[in-house]
């Protein structure tokens, strides 16, 4: 007789108690239960010696483990990282222990507290100005308008603001959320443009979008001014894909305005982003920079329900860290906020699948399906109408119960 052993893919704690459900367990087995299904591997930065040898006696006694380096097992001097093997209980009840512990365990209990429960409950509402979106109803779609000579792949075609309107107007009949138009080129090796330049580019459309359409209109600059500028004329939200780090005032205008905010991961600037990056750990290192920006962001005054990171596809990573990134997306869940991913066309696809931009539609298609699957709330893309098939159909799948 065979018994049809199988291994249980569960990713939440609703997902544990429907498949306990479907067993008959009672509702308070379940509730004791469900935790203890959920397997989690957390890692921990800058930790002491002395704490670090606390960690794993308390994860041991849970039933769980901590992983350290032979040095902080050797209680060595010096700031070492730890792995945390455990359930979700193990877990939830390790940050209990840590409360009354020394060497900043305490903090540390919090920390590991608002990660776990960031991963498992993802931000369920987006707030910009004069618009709103409940994430539980699906995947939001950017249209992207840029209004470029020499954007890598639409440079030159809406320069002209009315065929930029026209063409923003159509994304919208088929199915973008939001439309993001930009006004300095950031493909690799492209210059900085000066403030009255890149204003003058989308002053004019970004007037006409603001009074035409019906969707929030996102501004894609790093300067503040032009922010400022954009703001004043209606736009809901920036999208600043220096992630506040070439002009961090930038988050006081968005505050002023009431506006939401994207703050992307770039390494270096468009000009040299990919002249050899290097990570000496690429999640670690990306995760780590956007967690301290969004805590500028609010510092700042901006809505906790506006702001969105964006780990920056491209932007000055390697063809093998795009593809980690899209693998191990659900690990930006931590940060507590939506995740989006532009994905659109870029080079990584052109080299997995050895074709030129034009010819990268599918590619796309793939890398976006991949994002939502992995966490992503929003998807930046230029080719709206058949995204927006992907994306219904990554959504019924990703959201059916069962």
Same mark, same amino acid.
């Given at each position: 007789?065979?018994?049809?052993?199988?291994?249980?893919?569960?990713?939440?704690?609703?997902?544990? =108690?429907?498949?306990?459900?479907?067993?008959?367990?009672?509702?308070?087995?379940?509730?004791?239960?469900?935790?203890?299904?959920?397997?989690?591997?957390?890692?921990?930065?800058?930790?002491?010696?002395?704490?670090?040898?606390?960690?794993?006696?308390?994860?041991?006694?849970?039933?769980?483990?901590?992983?350290?380096?032979?040095?902080? =097992?050797?209680? !060595?001097?010096? &700031?070492?990282?730890?792995?945390?093997?455990?359930?979700?209980?193990?877990?939830?009840?390790?940050?209990?222990?840590?409360?009354?512990? +020394?060497?900043?365990?305490?903090?540390?209990?919090?920390?590991?507290?608002? =990660?776990?429960?960031?991963?498992?409950?993802?931000?369920?509402?987006?707030?910009?100005?004069?618009?709103?979106?409940?994430?539980?109803?699906?995947?939001?779609?950017?249209?992207?308008?840029?209004?470029? +000579?020499?954007?890598?792949?639409?440079?030159?075609?809406?320069?002209?603001?009315?065929?930029?309107?026209?063409?923003?107007?159509?994304?919208?009949?088929?199915?973008?959320?939001?439309?993001?138009?930009?006004?300095?080129?950031?493909?690799?090796?492209?210059?900085?443009?000066?403030?009255?330049?890149?204003?003058?580019?989308?002053? !004019?459309? &970004?007037?006409?979008?603001?009074?035409?359409?019906?969707?929030?209109?996102?501004?894609?600059?790093?300067?503040?001014?032009?922010?400022?500028?954009?703001?004043?004329?209606?736009?809901?939200?920036?999208?600043?894909?220096?992630?506040?780090?070439?002009?961090?005032? &930038?988050?006081?205008?968005?505050?002023?305005?009431?506006?939401?905010?994207?703050?992307?991961?770039?390494?270096?600037?468009?000009?040299?982003?990919?002249?050899?990056?290097?990570?000496?750990?690429?999640?670690?290192?990306?995760?780590?920079?956007?967690?301290?920006?969004?805590?500028?962001?609010?510092? =700042?005054?901006?809505?906790?329900?506006?702001?969105?990171?964006?780990?920056?596809?491209?932007?000055?990573?390697?063809?093998?860290?795009?593809?980690?990134?899209?693998?191990?997306?659900?690990?930006?869940?931590?940060?507590?906020?939506?995740?989006?991913?532009?994905?659109?066309?870029? !080079?990584?696809?052109?080299?997995?699948?050895?074709?030129?931009?034009?010819?990268?539609?599918?590619?796309?298609?793939?890398?976006?399906?991949?994002?939502?699957?992995?966490?992503?709330?929003?998807?930046?893309?230029?080719?709206?109408? +058949?995204?927006?098939?992907?994306?219904?159909?990554?959504?019924?799948?990703?959201?059916?119960?069962?």
């Amino acid at each position: 007789m065979s018994h049809n052993p199988r291994i249980i893919h569960l990713q939440s704690l609703a997902a544990a =108690a429907e498949e306990m459900k479907g067993l008959g367990v009672d509702l308070r087995g379940i509730e004791r239960m469900a935790p203890k299904a959920l397997h989690f591997v957390v890692r921990l930065e800058g930790v002491s010696s002395k704490a670090a040898n606390i960690l794993k006696q308390e994860m041991l006694a849970l039933g769980g483990d901590a992983a350290l380096s032979r040095g902080a =097992a050797d209680f !060595s001097p010096g &700031l070492a990282d730890v792995l945390l093997l455990g359930t979700w209980k193990q877990l939830f009840s390790l940050t209990e222990r840590l409360l009354d512990q +020394p060497f900043g365990l305490n903090d540390l209990s919090r920390e590991i507290e608002g =990660a776990l429960r960031n991963y498992q409950c993802p931000p369920a509402l987006l707030r910009c100005r004069r618009h709103s979106f409940d994430l539980g109803q699906g995947t939001l779609i950017v249209g992207i308008l840029n209004v470029t +000579p020499d954007s890598f792949y639409d440079g030159g075609r809406y320069l002209d603001p009315g065929a930029a309107c026209e063409h923003a107007q159509r994304m919208v009949e088929e199915g973008a959320d939001l439309i993001d138009i930009g006004g300095e080129s950031s493909r690799p090796g492209s210059p900085p443009i000066p403030i009255e330049e890149e204003w003058s580019r989308i002053a !004019s459309p &970004l007037k006409a979008l603001v009074k035409g359409l019906k969707v929030p209109i996102v501004v894609d600059t790093y300067k503040a001014e032009v922010a400022r500028r954009a703001l004043a004329e209606g736009a809901d939200l920036i999208n600043d894909i220096s992630g506040l780090r070439v002009e961090s005032d &930038l988050a006081e205008e968005v505050a002023r305005a009431g506006a939401g905010l994207v703050i992307m991961h770039m390494k270096g600037t468009p000009r040299t982003m990919q002249e050899d990056p290097h990570y000496d750990c690429l999640l670690g290192e990306i995760i780590g920079y956007l967690r301290k920006a969004v805590a500028q962001a609010e510092e =700042a005054g901006i809505d906790p329900h506006g702001i969105i990171v964006d780990p920056g596809l491209g932007f000055g990573k390697r063809y093998e860290h795009n593809l980690i990134l899209l693998k191990r997306l659900s690990e930006f869940k931590v940060l507590g906020k939506p995740i989006l991913v532009g994905p659109s066309r870029k !080079s990584f696809i052109g080299k997995v699948l050895d074709l030129p931009v034009e010819e990268r539609l599918e590619g796309t298609a793939a890398a976006v399906a991949a994002s939502i699957l992995h966490g992503a709330s929003l998807v930046r893309v230029h080719d709206v109408k +058949p995204m927006r098939r992907v994306v219904r159909m990554v959504d019924a799948i990703s959201r059916v119960e069962g």
